[in-house]
């Protein structure tokens, strides 16, 4: 496996909404692998898919495991302001720690390691979850509407663009089946 280090690639990890809605312009994209951290409805949405009075949940990338995401790499010029974009962005909760984390981009023949802009759950933070039985998560995911619109469609947003990518999508599968069951 190679590792590639060169100074003006700057990639980005995205595991949730940033896939299939990353609102900046990319050089390319493709399937990437994260090991360390699993992707996990760890994270309460006070704003963008839920309210304080009723919050819903969004993904976090909480330790252990490993994560099938989709990798952007920008173009050098633009790096710097895409980057404040999706800074702001995901730290509207400070609830998230911005990593740089080697990720394996798996479209490849020899697949090729590179270094990614991600961002984890900190588990410190307020809206840190921890681990939610299943019926709490199924709530939380089917009453959360916030100002980006329900945490349902985020969920099935979320299940749509990783099958698109190739990518497994059982155990978020078996979820969304849960929280769409007795409606």
């Known amino acids: 496996m190679m590792t590639k280090t060169h100074k003006d690639e700057t990639w980005i990890f995205a595991y949730g909404s940033l896939m299939w809605r990353p ?3 990319f050089a390319e994209s493709e399937p990437a ?5 699993h992707r996990a409805f760890c994270i309460y949405s006070h704003i963008y898919r839920g309210s304080p009075d009723n919050p819903g949940l969004v993904l976090g990338h909480d330790t252990g495991g490993s994560c099938v995401g989709r990798a952007f790499r920008l173009r050098p010029e633009e790096a710097p302001g895409i ?8 730290m509207i909760y400070h609830v998230y720690i911005e990593k740089q984390l080697p990720i394996m981009l798996t479209r490849r023949e020899n697949k090729l390691r590179v270094f990614a802009r991600t961002y984890t759950a900190d588990r410190a933070g307020l809206q840190y979850t921890g681990k939610l039985d299943h019926k709490t998560t199924i709530e939380l995911i089917r009453n959360g509407r916030g100002i980006s619109g329900e945490a349902r469609d985020y969920l099935a947003n979320t299940i749509h663009h990783l099958r698109q990518l190739g990518l497994p999508v059982t155990r978020l599968k078996r979820l969304l089946e849960a929280v769409n069951a007795e409606i």
């Open 23 to 25: 609102a900046f312009e």
């Open 33 to 37: 692998l994260l090991h360390g951290y």
């Open 83 to 90: 980057l404040e974009q999706i800074h702001a962005r995901e």
